[in-house]
């Protein structure tokens, strides 16, 4: 199905309604959709409380266009799932940009709306098995809480999280006995400064920017045990 095909198209996602992206999200989406546009989008931030009753709202066929920056495969298989109890779910489809945010967002997400090739149904969505191989918790000493929160995504820490796990797995120091157990998180605050990683059970806050300052993070804090004051947040 295409754009066409569609009694609706919805742009779902955090940070919608305030702020730069914003901004610029809805002044894209109207040069290419027109202002009338601006009533399909439905900001997520607090909850998905507005989606679903948007959903219940609109005519159908309906799709829904996932914009959340944290999206990943098994976002988008609890998103359909949940259209799937809505009413008429055979008339629900769902698509995502998988957290593949361009410089021009909105022209990827228009772009999206023709690709019905991408376009998957809420009807038939894999029930979640009952017992999973990983569900024991996994061996550690220490935790690491990487905040993925809107603004800490947009300073780069979806790339930084891949870096940890792997500079983590590189010293022997991943989900192991004496090892270290890593959690992406929502917003933890002090945004301004972040990317954000907090360290428990020491209950420290790191600030971390790139490829370098991980590296430090991992090989001095993590594996040497000394302190890093350079990337330490000050309350």
Same mark, same amino acid.
């Given at each position: 199905?295409?754009? +066409? &095909?569609? =009694?609706? !198209? ?5 940070? /919608? ?5 914003? $901004? @610029? ?82 022209? +990827? &997400?228009? =772009?999206? !709306? ?5 376009? /998957? ?5 894999? $029930? @979640? ?12 000493r220490q935790r690491l809480l990487l905040c ?83 990337? @330490?947040?000050?309350?």
């Open positions: 199905m295409t754009t +066409a &095909a569609y =009694a609706r !198209v919805l742009f779902a996602g955090p940070d /919608l309604t305030e702020g730069s992206f914003a $901004e @610029l999200f809805r002044r894209q989406l109207v040069a290419l959709r027109g202002e009338a546009a601006l009533a399909d989008i439905v900001d997520t931030s607090a909850d998905y409380a507005p989606l679903w009753q948007r959903v219940v709202d609109s005519e159908r066929p309906l799709l829904v266009i996932d914009l959340d920056p944290q999206s990943s495969a098994q976002h988008l298989d609890w998103l359909r799932s949940e259209l799937s109890k809505q009413a008429q779910p055979d008339q629900l489809f769902a698509a995502s940009l998988l957290g593949q945010f361009e410089t021009d967002p909105a022209a +990827a &997400a228009c =772009a999206l !709306v023709e690709r019905g090739e991408l376009h /998957l149904s809420c009807v038939g969505v894999p $029930e @979640l098995p009952e017992h999973h191989a990983w569900s024991c918790i996994p061996p550690h993925n929160g809107p603004r800490c995504t947009r300073r780069g820490a979806l790339p930084l999280w891949k870096s940890l796990r792997e500079q983590l797995k590189v010293a022997g120091k991943l989900e192991c006995a004496g090892g270290v157990h890593i959690t992406r998180t929502q917003c933890q605050f002090p945004c301004d400064d972040g990317p954000t990683v907090s360290l428990y059970p020491e209950g420290e806050w790191y600030r971390i920017r790139n490829q370098e300052e991980v590296v430090r993070l991992v090989q001095e804090r993590i594996v040497e045990g000394r302190d890093v004051p350079e990337l @330490l947040m000050r309350s």
